[in-house]
């Protein structure tokens, strides 16, 4: 059974820092792509980084909001996707998902699509003066 | 920026309706282009992928259509556990979500 866990969420003050933690289990975590997306309260969902498979060279890509300040990560012998988020901004409380970032083809075989198929529960990072 | 719109915001139904709901991307984004339930309080699912395939144990009753920058979510005959916001989600270049559309009890 596929789980996701996410951890490390809390409350912290603006210009403050916060590490979020997702446990995986279930998959082969060392060859699957994963991201972050996040959820303001009462509001949709904002996709916040993805990070490659080692193999597929390990780098980490940041949606613009977060550039410079979130930093994905991964430790494949802990099974472990992070997202390490410094210099919080009020606009950053949010419930935080990892999910597995993997493609398929379309039904025409013609274009290989990205998808988020596996969510973990949330871990909700409050930013409040 | 490709921007990616959702109509309608919100829809009223009653069990067994058929129902429709549409997602229009500012440019073309070929099939690139999943669809996403999401009930209060829980993570999304996944319910189609590449614009027209069914996910793994998503019901058949859900389908997706459509490619270039016109696409759409039909669930055939609505269910009391479809209540619910639905996303579509890009996924050319960088990821991007819609606004959604809740569907709730007429």
């Known amino acids: 059974e596929v789980q996701l866990v996410e951890s490390g969420g809390g409350s912290v003050k603006p210009g403050g820092s916060l590490r979020l933690s997702c446990a995986v289990s279930g998959f082969n975590f060392t060859k699957t792509w994963m991201s972050w997306v996040r959820q303001a309260p009462g509001k949709g969902l904002e996709w916040v980084g993805r990070?490659?498979?080692?193999?597929?060279?390990?780098?980490?890509d940041h949606a613009a909001p977060v550039k410079g300040r979130f930093t994905i990560s991964r430790d494949d012998s802990k099974n472990t996707l992070y997202l390490q988020m410094n210099s919080l901004k009020i606009e950053d409380t949010a419930v935080y998902y990892c999910t597995t970032d993997r493609a398929a083809y379309d039904n025409r075989g013609h274009y290989y699509v990205p998808f988020f198929d596996y969510w973990g529960q949330g871990a909700l990072a409050t930013v409040s003066s | 920026d490709i921007q990616m719109t959702q109509s309608p915001s919100s829809l009223s139904a009653s069990v067994g309706d058929r129902v429709t709901m549409t997602c229009r991307a500012s440019q073309s984004i070929n099939t690139y282009l999943n669809w996403y339930q999401q009930k209060p309080g829980k993570a999304p699912k996944l319910l189609i992928y590449?614009?027209?395939s069914l996910q793994s144990g998503v019901p058949s009753r859900f389908s997706g259509s459509g490619s270039g920058t016109d696409f759409t979510l039909t669930i055939s005959s609505l269910q009391p556990e479809d209540f619910a916001t639905y996303y579509c989600?890009?996924?050319?270049?960088?990821?991007?979500f819609g606004p959604g559309t809740k569907v709730d009890i007429k």
């Open positions: 990070i490659r498979s080692k193999s597929d060279g390990g780098t980490a």
């Open positions: 590449a614009a027209s």
């Open positions: 989600q890009k996924s050319y270049i960088t990821p991007s």
